[in-house]
Protein backbone atom coordinates (compact mmCIF):
# COMPACT_ATOMS: atom_id res chain seq x y z
CA UNK A 1 0.00 0.00 0.00
CA UNK A 2 1.02 3.48 -0.96
CA UNK A 3 2.21 5.38 1.90
CA UNK A 4 2.17 9.26 1.86
CA UNK A 5 5.16 11.53 3.46
CA UNK A 6 4.74 14.47 5.77
CA UNK A 7 4.46 18.06 4.42
CA UNK A 8 7.61 20.68 4.15
CA UNK A 9 8.58 22.56 6.87
CA UNK A 10 9.71 25.53 5.46
CA UNK A 11 9.31 29.26 5.45
CA UNK A 12 10.90 32.47 3.56
CA UNK A 13 13.57 32.36 5.79
CA UNK A 14 15.16 29.03 5.66
CA UNK A 15 18.67 28.77 4.57
CA UNK A 16 19.41 25.57 5.98
CA UNK A 17 17.46 22.48 4.59
CA UNK A 18 17.85 18.94 6.07
CA UNK A 19 16.23 16.33 3.70
CA UNK A 20 15.66 12.44 5.31
CA UNK A 21 14.43 10.05 3.15
CA UNK A 22 10.63 8.93 4.04
CA UNK A 23 8.75 9.17 7.56
CA UNK A 24 9.36 5.70 10.01
CA UNK A 25 5.66 4.28 10.78
CA UNK A 26 6.28 5.76 13.86
CA UNK A 27 6.70 9.14 12.74
CA UNK A 28 3.85 8.89 9.76
CA UNK A 29 1.95 7.86 12.89
CA UNK A 30 2.06 10.94 14.93
CA UNK A 31 2.73 12.90 11.79
CA UNK A 32 5.66 14.34 13.37
CA UNK A 33 9.35 14.45 11.78
CA UNK A 34 11.61 11.84 13.64
CA UNK A 35 8.94 10.85 16.14
CA UNK A 36 10.68 7.45 16.62
CA UNK A 37 11.89 8.14 20.44
CA UNK A 38 15.27 6.31 19.84
CA UNK A 39 15.66 8.18 16.67
CA UNK A 40 18.81 10.86 17.50
CA UNK A 41 17.24 13.84 14.97
CA UNK A 42 15.93 15.71 17.88
CA UNK A 43 19.30 15.13 20.55
CA UNK A 44 21.78 16.31 17.28
CA UNK A 45 19.67 19.39 16.38
CA UNK A 46 19.13 20.71 20.16
CA UNK A 47 23.04 19.86 20.61
CA UNK A 48 23.49 22.06 17.65
CA UNK A 49 21.28 24.63 18.61
CA UNK A 50 22.03 24.57 22.33
CA UNK A 51 18.76 24.03 22.70
CA UNK A 52 16.60 21.20 24.99
CA UNK A 53 14.54 20.33 21.85
CA UNK A 54 14.24 16.13 22.63
CA UNK A 55 12.57 17.32 25.90
CA UNK A 56 9.92 19.74 24.15
CA UNK A 57 7.08 19.33 22.65
CA UNK A 58 6.81 18.67 19.22
CA UNK A 59 4.64 21.97 18.21
CA UNK A 60 7.59 23.80 20.16
CA UNK A 61 10.51 22.25 17.95
CA UNK A 62 9.40 23.14 14.67
CA UNK A 63 9.53 27.17 15.18
CA UNK A 64 12.70 26.92 17.09
CA UNK A 65 14.10 25.41 13.63
CA UNK A 66 12.69 27.77 11.18
CA UNK A 67 13.65 30.74 13.91
CA UNK A 68 17.30 29.55 13.09
CA UNK A 69 16.75 29.10 9.44
CA UNK A 70 16.11 25.46 8.95
CA UNK A 71 13.75 23.22 7.63
CA UNK A 72 12.79 20.11 7.03
CA UNK A 73 11.30 17.58 4.53
CA UNK A 74 11.98 14.10 2.70
CA UNK A 75 13.53 13.26 -0.53
CA UNK A 76 10.58 10.75 -1.43
CA UNK A 77 6.60 12.13 -1.46
CA UNK A 78 5.14 8.70 -1.46
CA UNK A 79 6.35 4.76 -1.38
CA UNK A 80 5.65 1.22 -0.29
CA UNK A 81 7.68 0.03 2.68
CA UNK A 82 7.01 -2.51 4.92
CA UNK A 83 8.66 -1.66 8.30
CA UNK A 84 11.25 1.67 8.52
CA UNK A 85 13.97 0.79 6.52
CA UNK A 86 15.25 2.46 3.51
CA UNK A 87 16.20 -0.70 1.52
CA UNK A 88 12.29 -2.10 1.69
CA UNK A 89 11.11 0.77 -0.22
CA UNK A 90 9.42 0.19 -3.39
CA UNK A 91 7.54 2.28 -6.10
CA UNK A 92 8.57 5.52 -4.61
CA UNK A 93 7.78 9.14 -6.57
CA UNK A 94 10.11 11.84 -5.03
CA UNK A 95 9.16 15.21 -3.75
CA UNK A 96 8.92 18.62 -5.98
CA UNK A 97 11.80 20.28 -4.64
CA UNK A 98 10.15 23.01 -6.64
CA UNK A 99 8.15 23.86 -3.67
CA UNK A 100 10.66 24.40 -1.59
CA UNK A 101 13.22 26.76 -3.41
CA UNK A 102 9.52 29.33 -4.52
CA UNK A 103 9.48 29.49 -0.82
CA UNK A 104 12.70 29.73 0.62
CA UNK A 105 14.38 31.38 -1.54
CA UNK A 106 17.55 32.05 0.62
CA UNK A 107 18.07 28.50 0.53
CA UNK A 108 22.17 28.18 0.50
CA UNK A 109 22.47 24.30 1.91
CA UNK A 110 20.87 21.41 1.27
CA UNK A 111 21.60 18.44 3.91
CA UNK A 112 20.71 14.46 3.48
CA UNK A 113 20.14 12.43 6.16
CA UNK A 114 21.65 9.00 5.76
CA UNK A 115 22.95 7.88 2.19
CA UNK A 116 19.45 7.19 0.90
CA UNK A 117 18.10 10.33 1.30
CA UNK A 118 22.26 11.40 -0.23
CA UNK A 119 22.09 9.72 -3.29
CA UNK A 120 20.44 13.32 -4.17
CA UNK A 121 23.11 15.57 -3.09
CA UNK A 122 24.28 15.53 -6.72
CA UNK A 123 21.11 16.85 -8.45
CA UNK A 124 21.52 19.80 -5.69
CA UNK A 125 25.00 20.52 -6.33
CA UNK A 126 24.33 21.27 -9.37
CA UNK A 127 21.71 23.32 -8.91
CA UNK A 128 24.19 25.40 -6.95
CA UNK A 129 23.76 24.68 -3.43
CA UNK A 130 26.15 23.63 -1.04
CA UNK A 131 24.97 19.69 0.15
CA UNK A 132 26.25 17.92 2.83
CA UNK A 133 25.36 13.80 3.50
CA UNK A 134 25.14 13.18 7.05
CA UNK A 135 25.49 9.95 8.84
CA UNK A 136 21.43 8.74 9.22
CA UNK A 137 19.88 9.66 12.78
CA UNK A 138 17.83 6.65 12.76
CA UNK A 139 18.52 4.17 15.30
CA UNK A 140 18.76 1.57 13.13
CA UNK A 141 22.26 3.30 11.98
CA UNK A 142 24.17 2.11 14.83
CA UNK A 143 27.29 4.22 14.71
CA UNK A 144 27.00 6.18 18.32
CA UNK A 145 25.79 9.53 19.14
CA UNK A 146 29.14 11.63 19.43
CA UNK A 147 30.33 10.16 16.56
CA UNK A 148 26.80 11.20 14.34
CA UNK A 149 27.44 14.61 16.19
CA UNK A 150 30.72 15.24 15.02
CA UNK A 151 29.49 15.14 11.38
CA UNK A 152 26.40 16.94 12.14
CA UNK A 153 28.22 19.72 13.32
CA UNK A 154 28.65 20.83 9.52
CA UNK A 155 24.96 21.59 9.06
CA UNK A 156 25.85 25.23 10.76
CA UNK A 157 29.09 25.22 10.60
CA UNK A 158 32.12 26.58 7.45
CA UNK A 159 33.06 24.52 4.93
CA UNK A 160 33.95 21.24 5.91
CA UNK A 161 36.79 19.01 3.81
CA UNK A 162 35.66 16.34 2.25
CA UNK A 163 32.23 16.61 3.69
CA UNK A 164 30.76 19.44 2.04
CA UNK A 165 30.29 20.23 -1.66
CA UNK A 166 30.51 23.55 -3.20
CA UNK A 167 27.96 24.16 -5.51
CA UNK A 168 28.81 23.81 -9.16
CA UNK A 169 26.99 26.20 -11.85
CA UNK A 170 23.36 27.17 -10.75
CA UNK A 171 20.45 25.82 -12.55
CA UNK A 172 16.51 25.04 -11.31
CA UNK A 173 15.97 21.63 -8.73
CA UNK A 174 13.34 20.04 -10.44
CA UNK A 175 11.29 16.96 -9.67
CA UNK A 176 13.82 14.47 -9.66
CA UNK A 177 11.44 12.01 -11.35
Not at 26 to 34: A, H, M, P
Not at 36 to 60: C, I, R, S
Not at 61 to 83: F, H, S, T, Y
Request: hydrophobic share 40%; net charge positive.
Amino acid sequence: MQQRGLAPVIDAGVKILILGSFPSPKSLEQQQYYGHPQNHFWKLMGALLDEPLYDMAYAQRLPLLLKNGIGLWDVLQKCERAGALDSNIRNAVNNDFRKVTRVATGLKRVCFNGKTAGRFAPMFAEAGFETLVLPSSSPAYTVGFDAKLKVWRGVLAGRKPGTLRKPRRARRVADAN
